[in-house]
Structure formats: C-alpha cells, structure tokens
C-alpha cells in the first residue's frame, strides 16, 4: 500500500503540523510505525507543490510548478467509494470524473463528501459549512475548522439549493470560492 502527501511550499511548507498529523497517522494505521517529520525530506524551494510518496519508507519526493487552474462546471454524482486515506493510487477516484465538467461533487448515502482533488465548503450567507461526512479530512480543512473559520454539519445534496457558494479546499488551492449555480442543473435539485 502506497500514500502521499501533497504540501505547498511558499517560503516554508505550509501546514507542516497537519501534514505530519496525517502522515504519521496513517503510518501508524498501516505499518505500525513511530512518528516522522517530513520536513526532514523536503527542500525549501519557494512556490512548489511538493508530492511526497511513502509506504513504510519515503519512497519518491517530486517538485512542481504551481499552476492556477479555473474551476466553472460541476457535476454532482453518486458513488460509494472509499477514500478515508490519502492513497497514492487514484484510478478509482479519478474514474468519477466526467468529461465537459471540471470537476465532479461526490454524494455518498446522500450525503455531499469532496470533489475527486478537494474538500467542500458552502456559504449560507451568515456562515461557511463543511461536510461532516468527507472522503478525505484534509489538512487545509482540518486548520480552517480548528480556526473556526469552517463548521462541520451533514449536508444532504437537496440541501444544496440553501447556499449561496461553495469553496473548494485543499493545501495547493487554498480556499477556492465558487458561484452554486456552476453546479450543473443547481436549479433543478429538490
């Protein structure tokens, strides 16, 4: 079994806490083994996505460009995966996909999880909630939560028309914020 860990590096790794929190977690989980730091194995280059693969050793650390991307079109699909691990193989995941979307909103037992590279965050005009229920609690999500920035709550997809916007959230984009009505037949959803 293989992971990663994807970081940012502006001029230090952002969210360093959070990442080894998740990476030692899931080394104890799966191998058993003590407590890391994975700034031991990273190079501060400034402005670099960093993805780190490890099993029970690190196995490869890759350098990249930051990119912006636009994120307009979304579909929601129902799917029962799992992904409560930050697991290097992503076939499954990235089979969800749908081409002319940029990305698609998962729905678990009715229940809005993550898109297939982000967790979710929806506006109602007085607070920002996240799901309760997400795939993968990632890194970025857990400081804004611990910051009470964003509130954890079950959020069933026929909910979605009481929101205003969404933000997509991980350590590389940050906290994306989006218009709902990019969320393909929004108006339609009962």
């Known amino acids: 079994m293989r992971f990663i860990e994807t970081l940012l590096i502006t001029d230090k790794i952002e969210n360093l806490n959070y990442h080894n929190n998740r990476f030692n977690k899931t080394r104890k989980d799966f191998f058993n083994l003590k407590k890391d730091n994975l700034q031991k194995y990273v190079k ?10 490890y099993s029970k050793e690190i196995e490869k650390i890759e350098y990249f460009e930051l990119k912006k991307r636009e994120f307009k079109k979304f579909k929601l699909i129902h799917s029962n995966i799992e992904y409560s691990y930050k697991y290097a193989e992503r076939k499954k995941l990235n089979a ?3 081409k002319g979307y940029d990305e698609v ?6 229940l809005i999880t993550d898109t297939t590279i982000s967790n979710l965050a ?3 005009g007085k607070k920002w909630y996240t799901p309760q229920t997400p795939l993968l609690k990632g890194t970025k ?3 804004l939560i611990r910051k009470k920035l964003i509130y954890p709550k079950k959020i069933h997809y026929k909910e979605l028309k009481n929101f205003k916007k969404f933000a997509m959230i991980n350590a590389i984009i940050g906290f994306y914020e989006i218009d709902i009505t990019s969320i393909e037949n929004f108006d339609k959803i009962k």
């Open 96 to 98: 969800l996909k749908e």
């Open 105 to 110: 909103i998962i729905v678990k037992n009715g």
């Open 141 to 143: 999500r857990e400081e």
């Open 122 to 124: 929806f506006f109602d």
């Open 44 to 53: 501060i280059i400034p402005n670099k996505r960093v993805r780190i693969t």
